[in-house]
């Protein structure tokens, strides 16, 4: 056994300490990635962060350690116990990522499998060319937001863009997508959520709204969900003249998100004051990572608290009655419009088993086909960058969306007229 002073010195040694560090983190980040560290509220914010670095972005969190660890093995790190400890440990984080990079790929059979058994047989758009798939996600909002922070109601907050391509013809009557952002009720923005997802539908020739709502804990319930059905009433009756077709209106969204969207979906015409008459329905829902039943957990135990400091006008063990109307699974119908619903398996945030619980309901009572997917080890907002997952997850909606709601607008050839290339993509070919 070696004396501390023996330690000391090996740690001391070159190379030894950066490689020991590179080791036990390249080992942390794996291991969130395999399972999330903690799902308790606020701690889960961080932990679902580092668990991104191996699960949306597997294989560059790889080269950089892998990097980090060579760097201290040139330094002398080998030479001595402790840095090859280190060296050993990276070179177990790297097969973990590297695998979790495969599990990240591999969603795309999980996806088609998913979608035929709901729609029967079909097939995933077409991958194109990733780079600039990539660059249309990052450049979206400069490129098809051509409409900015239009008013759809009386509050400052309620604003909206409309994406579209430039060459949308004005009379396209074209599908719709409105995107609701995601934040927990209290936080987020329209500027920031879903851009992969609304670039790849604007480039199949559709048309997409992306809200803005008011957020607590200064607007209370149900001041959220009356301005979604707001800005669905605005889209309705005023989507047309952006190329937009009104009666082919699908709703989307993420986290808190995906239950406004769920909600919206299911509830036509309630939670309307002042426009009660206003046509609210929508032909199909894509929900990502949603809570869909307010009284129950969503992993960290204290939902019920999140809810009551952020929103809800009373705790849930005063007034259940407001959780339970605000619950998409409680407002389930057979009339219900097509869903799709996904989960990563490893989000820290909110557990998947609200949105298989929500399947269940779905499917037991909609004649609509439900369509679910659960990403291996996806994170909670695995969808806000364009990785190699959300590109697979992004595929598998605009194939849901066109086979229930119908396909965009369609150029010479068959082609999409919106997916001509643009100058500023096709130079990344």
């Known amino acids: 056994m070696r004396s501390p002073r023996a330690l000391l010195a090996e740690l001391r040694a070159p190379g030894a300490r950066p490689a020991l560090a590179v080791g036990v983190l390249s080992v942390l980040v794996a291991a969130s990635g395999l399972r999330p560290l903690t799902r308790r509220w606020p701690a889960a914010l961080v932990g679902s962060l580092l668990s991104a670095t191996a699960t949306e972005v597997p294989r560059a969190t790889a080269l950089v350690v892998g990097a980090a660890a060579a760097d201290a093995a040139r330094r002398g790190a080998w030479r001595h116990a402790a840095g090859r400890v280190g060296l050993g440990a990276t070179a177990v984080g790297v097969a973990v990522l590297l695998r979790l990079d495969r599990r990240a790929h591999d ?102 709204v992306s809200v803005d709502y008011r957020l607590g804990p200064a607007e209370r319930w149900p001041a959220q969900i009356v301005d979604v059905k707001r800005a669905l009433a605005w889209t309705r009756a ?111 945030i909110v557990v998947p088993a609200q949105s298989a619980a929500f399947v269940a309901r779905l499917r037991a009572v909609s004649h609509a086909p439900v369509v679910h997917a659960e990403l291996a080890h996806a994170q909670h907002g695995f969808d806000l960058a364009p990785t190699a997952r959300t590109l697979a997850a992004v595929r598998a909606i605009a194939a849901f969306l066109e086979t229930v709601v119908g396909r965009g607008v369609r150029g010479p050839g068959g082609e999409d007229a919106a997916a001509r290339p643009d100058p500023a993509l096709a130079a990344a070919r």
């Open 107 to 208: 969603d795309t059979e999980g996806l088609t499998d998913a979608l035929r058994a709901e729609l029967g047989p079909l097939e995933l758009p077409d991958r194109g060319r990733v780079v600039r798939r990539i660059l249309r996600a990052v450049l979206a909002r400069h490129r098809y937001a051509t409409r900015r922070d239009v008013a759809y109601g009386p509050d400052p907050a309620n604003v909206l863009d409309v994406w579209r391509h430039p060459a949308l013809p004005d009379d396209a009557r074209a599908p719709v997508l409105l995107q609701i952002h995601g934040g927990a009720w209290s936080s987020g923005s329209k500027a920031a959520d879903a851009h992969p997802l609304m670039a790849a539908m604007v480039g199949r020739g559709w048309v997409c």
């Open 238 to 348: 005023h989507i047309a003249e952006h190329g937009g077709d009104p009666d082919r209106i699908a709703i989307t969204g993420g986290s808190s998100g995906a239950h406004l969207a769920a909600l919206a979906a299911l509830t036509p015409g309630a939670w309307q004051p002042g426009f009660a008459d206003a046509d609210t329905s929508v032909a199909a829902a894509v929900c990502l990572y949603g809570i869909y039943d307010l009284t129950s957990d969503d992993g960290s135990g204290t939902l019920d608290e999140l809810l009551a400091e952020t929103m809800m006008p009373t705790a849930l063990d005063e007034d259940a009655h407001p959780y339970v109307a605000a619950s998409p699974a409680a407002r389930v119908h057979p009339g219900a419009p097509p869903f799709m619903v996904l989960h990563g398996t490893g989000d820290a």
